[in-house]
C-alpha cells in the first residue's frame, strides 16, 4: 500500500511539472554573486537566488501556451558589488537569452546586455510581488522589464515586429518607474544613452524600424535556413547586416546596435570564416563600419584570402 501511495504521489507530482510546462514561457537560469560583500549572512543571498528563480519561472508573462521544448533558455546574472545598508544592494545585472535554430542544434545568442544600473531591496523571505500597473519595487520592475525583452527579442526572430506586445509592456515599466527615486538608475533618458529608457525607446522608434527587420531576417531567412542550404542562409545574413547599417548611419550612437553585436559579433565571424571572398569583403567593410571597436577583430574573417 505504501508503495502504491508513492506510486501515486510521483505521478501527481509529474503531472503538476508537465501541466506547468505548458504554460511558463522562460527557461531562466539565475545567478546571484555576492563575493564583493563582507561580513553579510550568505543564506540571505542563496534565498534571493532561489525566490528570484521561482519569479522569472513561475510566472506566466503572455497569454500564450509553450510546450516545455519552446520555453526561452535565457540567463540573468546579478553581481552584487557593494551593501548600501542592511536590505539594500547594488552592482550589475547581465541578461542573455538564446533560441536554437530550425533543423538544428545550434544555438544562437539573441540578446546579450550588461547593465550596470542595479540596485534592490531584498529582506530574506519577502513576498516577491509584481504588478503591471502600479509597481513600486526597482528590483522585480527590473526582473519584469527584462522578463518582457527577452519575449520581445524572441518573437521578433520568429515574425517581422512579432515582440512589439511585449516591448511595449517593457516601456509601460520604464513610465512607471520614472517616478521612482533617483538612486534607482536606469529608467530615465537623461542618466545615460545607453540604458533601460533607450532600449524600448530604440526599438519602438519608427526610424530605426530596420534593426527589427534586421532580427527576423537574420533569424528566420538566415540561420534557420542554413540547415537546408548554408549558402542561401549565409547571404540573408550578409544582406539582413544592411539593414544594420541603415540604422547606424541614420544614428550612430545607439544602444540596440551596440546591443546586436555584443550578441552576434563572434557569431558572425564564424559564419563568414567559410564564405566566399567578395561576400567576406562586403561584411567586413559593414562591420567595421558599424562596430568600430571590433574592427580588428573582423580581420579573421578575410585572415585566409590573404
Not at 540596485?119 to 527590473?142: G, H, M, P, V
Not at 531567412?221 to 539582413?240: F, P, T, W
Amino acid at each position: 500500500m505504501n508503495v502504491m501511495k508513492k506510486i501515486l504521489f510521483l505521478l501527481f507530482v509529474s503531472f503538476l511539472v508537465t501541466s506547468r510546462g505548458f504554460s511558463q514561457e522562460l527557461r531562466c537560469n539565475i545567478s546571484v554573486n555576492s563575493s564583493k560583500i563582507t561580513g553579510a549572512n550568505r543564506n540571505i543571498f542563496r534565498t534571493m537566488q532561489m525566490d528570484l528563480y521561482d519569479f522569472m519561472n513561475s510566472r506566466n508573462w503572455t497569454s500564450h501556451k509553450f510546450t516545455n521544448n519552446e520555453r526561452i533558455e535565457c540567463s540573468i546574472n546579478i553581481q552584487l558589488d557593494r551593501q548600501i545598508s542592511s536590505d539594500e544592494y547594488e552592482g550589475t545585472i547581465t541578461v542573455q537569452s538564446k533560441r536554437t535554430a530550425y533543423g538544428s542544434s545550434y544555438k544562437t545568442t539573441v540578446l546579450n546586455i550588461r547593465d550596470e544600473s542595479f540596485r534592490c531591496k531584498y529582506q530574506e523571505y519577502q513576498s516577491i510581488e509584481f504588478a503591471e500597473t502600479s509597481n513600486k519595487d526597482n528590483l522585480t520592475s527590473i526582473l519584469a522589464f527584462y522578463a518582457y525583452v527577452i519575449l520581445g527579442f524572441d518573437y521578433d526572430t520568429y515574425a517581422p515586429n512579432g515582440g512589439t506586445e511585449y516591448f511595449q509592456r517593457a516601456r509601460e515599466i520604464v513610465n512607471d518607474a520614472q517616478n521612482f527615486p533617483n538612486t534607482y538608475t536606469g529608467w530615465r533618458a537623461y542618466e545615460s544613452d545607453y540604458n533601460r529608457y533607450w532600449l524600448v525607446e530604440n526599438i519602438l522608434n519608427s526610424s530605426y524600424s530596420d534593426y527589427r527587420e534586421c532580427l527576423y531576417n537574420y533569424h528566420r531567412k538566415g540561420l534557420d535556413v542554413m540547415s537546408e542550404s548554408v549558402e542561401s542562409g549565409r547571404a540573408e545574413i550578409a544582406e539582413s547586416l544592411r539593414l544594420i547599417q541603415n540604422v547606424f548611419r541614420a544614428r550612430s550612437r545607439l544602444y540596440i546596435t551596440q546591443m546586436f553585436f555584443d550578441a552576434k559579433s563572434s557569431e558572425i565571424i564564424n559564419i563568414f570564416s567559410q564564405s566566399y571572398p567578395d561576400e567576406q569583403e562586403r561584411v567586413v567593410r559593414i562591420l567595421t563600419e558599424c562596430d568600430p571597436s571590433n574592427a580588428g577583430k573582423y580581420e579573421a574573417i578575410t585572415e585566409d584570402n590573404n
